[in-house]
C-alpha cells in the first residue's frame, strides 16, 4: 500500500512538473498572448458591434449573451488547434522525444502533463471570453439582468472544450505532422462534422452522435429564438436541437475516447 502511495504521489509530481514546463513553452512561444488576445478581440468587437454599425441593443441581457456566444465554438476550436495540434507530433516530428521520452519520468506521466497543458489553455481563453460578455451585460443592464443561464452555458462550454481538445490530442498523437494534425481536427470539427449534421437533418435523421451538433446546447441552454444565421457559426440548418442529457453525454463520451485513445495509441509509438 505504501509502494502504491509513493508511486502516486511521484506520478501527481511528474505529472505537475510536466504541466508546468509546457506552460512556460506556451508563454516563450507568446501562444497564451495569442489564445487571450483572440478572445478579446472577439468578445469586444460583438460586444460593442452595435455601437460601431449605428444599431441597437438587444431588449435582454440574456440575448445579448445568445448573440455573442455565436463565436465561442470557433473560438474553442481555434484556441484548440493552437495549443492541442502539435502536443504529441511535435515531439515526434522535431526528434525531441528522443531526450524526452528516455527520461526517469514515464512517459504515461509525461503525455497525461501534455493533456493538461494543451487544456488548461482553452479553458481560460473560453472563461475570459464569458468573463468580458458578462461585464457587457452589466454595463449595458444592469447587474439584475445578468442571466444564470450564462452560468450554465459556461459550464456546457467547458465540457466541449474539453472533448475538442481531446479530439486534436488524438490526432496529434498518431500523426507526423504538427500542422496536419491540427489542421485534420480543425476542419473535421469546423467542416466536416456540421456538413454531416446538416446532411442528417435533411434526411430526417438526428445527428445525436456528432459532437458539433452536441455543442448546440451552449446556445440553446439560454432558450432564446434567433435567426438561422449566427456570427461565426455560418447558416444553421438544424431542424433538431441536441437533448441536454444525451448532448452531455456524448460530449463526455468524446472527451473520454479522444484522450484515452490518444494516450493509448502515444504510449505505443516509436521513434522513426
Excluded: C
Amino acid at each position: 500500500m505504501g509502494n502504491f502511495e509513493n508511486d502516486a504521489m511521484d506520478d501527481a509530481h511528474n505529472i505537475w512538473l510536466t504541466v508546468k514546463f509546457e506552460m512556460r513553452k506556451h508563454f516563450r512561444r507568446r501562444r497564451f498572448i495569442m489564445a487571450v488576445g483572440i478572445s478579446l478581440f472577439i468578445a469586444l468587437i460583438f460586444s460593442f458591434l452595435p455601437f460601431m454599425v449605428g444599431g441597437d441593443f438587444p431588449d435582454t441581457g440574456i440575448a445579448f449573451f445568445n448573440n455573442n456566444l455565436g463565436f465561442v465554438g470557433m473560438l474553442i476550436v481555434i484556441v484548440a488547434a493552437i495549443f492541442a495540434g502539435d502536443v504529441i507530433s511535435s515531439e515526434f516530428e522535431k526528434k525531441t522525444g528522443l531526450l524526452l521520452f528516455p527520461t526517469p519520468q514515464r512517459r504515461g506521466t509525461i503525455l497525461v502533463g501534455k493533456f493538461i497543458a494543451a487544456l488548461i489553455p482553452v479553458l481560460l481563453s473560453v472563461g475570459l471570453y464569458y468573463l468580458i460578455t458578462s461585464i457587457s451585460v452589466v454595463i449595458i443592464y444592469g447587474f439584475a439582468d445578468l442571466p444564470i443561464e450564462a452560468l450554465y452555458s459556461f459550464l456546457i462550454a467547458l465540457l466541449y472544450s474539453t472533448s475538442i481538445v481531446s479530439v486534436i490530442y488524438f490526432f496529434s498523437s498518431f500523426m507526423k505532422r504538427s500542422i496536419t494534425s491540427s489542421l485534420v481536427g480543425f476542419f473535421l470539427i469546423m467542416m466536416i462534422f456540421p456538413i454531416i449534421s446538416m446532411i442528417m437533418n435533411a434526411a430526417g435523421v438526428e445527428p445525436w452522435f456528432i459532437l458539433t451538433y452536441s455543442g448546440d446546447l451552449i446556445t440553446n441552454v439560454l432558450d432564446v429564438t434567433t435567426e438561422n444565421f449566427r456570427p461565426g457559426g455560418g447558416m444553421r440548418e438544424e431542424l433538431s436541437e441536441p437533448d441536454m442529457l444525451l448532448g452531455l453525454i456524448m460530449m463526455a463520451g468524446y472527451a473520454l475516447a479522444g484522450s484515452v485513445g490518444g494516450f493509448v495509441l502515444a504510449m505505443r509509438r516509436r521513434m522513426e
